[in-house]
């Protein structure tokens, strides 16, 4: 039932981009990503709904493909404050039951 | 101002005694949780409370046990502390209609 986000860890330089997975192989109602930096709480990112929706944030975005029960994080033109752990939790249902993958440790160097 | 506050954002305690977290949010949300963040990173929920009822209450041993006074505050209440219970236990709470959740900064608990 946990979504499995990969990759595990991703090595930057500031400027390039990247691209994190998290798939399900249970239906989903939405998917919402967080960043949590170390020593820190996890911050909200972004929440797709069931429905293919796109969203953006900044040089953050993501999509939610319904059929294939997964959605991908792409950060572009990486900042070093971009830096941290990456998590996506999914909902089956609109139960407020987020369940979290493992996360991606992002890092980026100058 | 802090939205989500939680109380201690330290804790260490010996095995066998009896601890509790709390949290409150000013926020005004409905719904509020707890979970809990092992060594690995693994963020698991634990509870959950929509205006002061139980709604989300995962496999998690009888020594746990929330308490919803009111439904800005959630507390945790922990019976005979084991050390597997070492971890970071994060307060969480959404708007109902939004699901965006706000989590606090965390208490760390070591159980030594």
């Known amino acids: 039932q946990q979504p499995v986000q990969s990759p595990q860890a991703v090595i930057l330089r500031e400027g390039e981009d990247a691209v994190i997975n998290c798939s399900s192989s249970?239906?989903?109602?939405?998917v919402h990503w967080y960043r949590q930096k170390h020593g820190e709480a996890p911050v909200f990112l972004m929440i797709?709904?069931?429905?293919?929706e796109q969203k953006g944030h900044e040089k953050i975005s993501a999509s939610f493909n319904e059929k294939k029960q997964q959605s991908s994080l792409y950060l572009t033109a990486s900042q070093l404050s971009y830096s941290g752990t990456y998590f996506c939790g999914t909902e089956m249902d609109s139960s407020y039951k987020l369940i979290f993958g493992s996360g991606t440790r992002l890092l980026v160097r100058p | 101002d802090t939205a989500v506050s939680q109380t201690p954002k330290y804790l260490v305690t010996q095995m066998g005694n009896d601890k509790s977290i709390k949290c409150e949010q000013n926020?005004?949300?409905?719904?509020m949780y707890w979970y809990k963040q092992d060594s690995k990173k693994f963020l698991k929920i634990m509870f959950s409370y929509n205006n002061k009822e139980l709604i989300i209450n995962e496999t998690v041993p009888n020594r746990f046990s929330p308490k919803s006074p009111d439904k800005a505050h959630l507390n945790l209440h922990i019976n005979s502390l084991e050390l597997g219970d070492s971890a970071v236990y994060f307060c969480?709470?959404?708007?109902?209609?939004?699901?965006?959740?706000?989590f606090g900064p965390g208490t760390r608990l070591t159980v030594l």
């Open positions: 797709l709904l069931k429905g293919g």
């Open positions: 969480a709470s959404s708007q109902v209609g939004t699901d965006t959740q706000y």
């Open positions: 926020l005004g949300h409905d719904t």
């Open positions: 249970k239906a989903l109602y939405s």
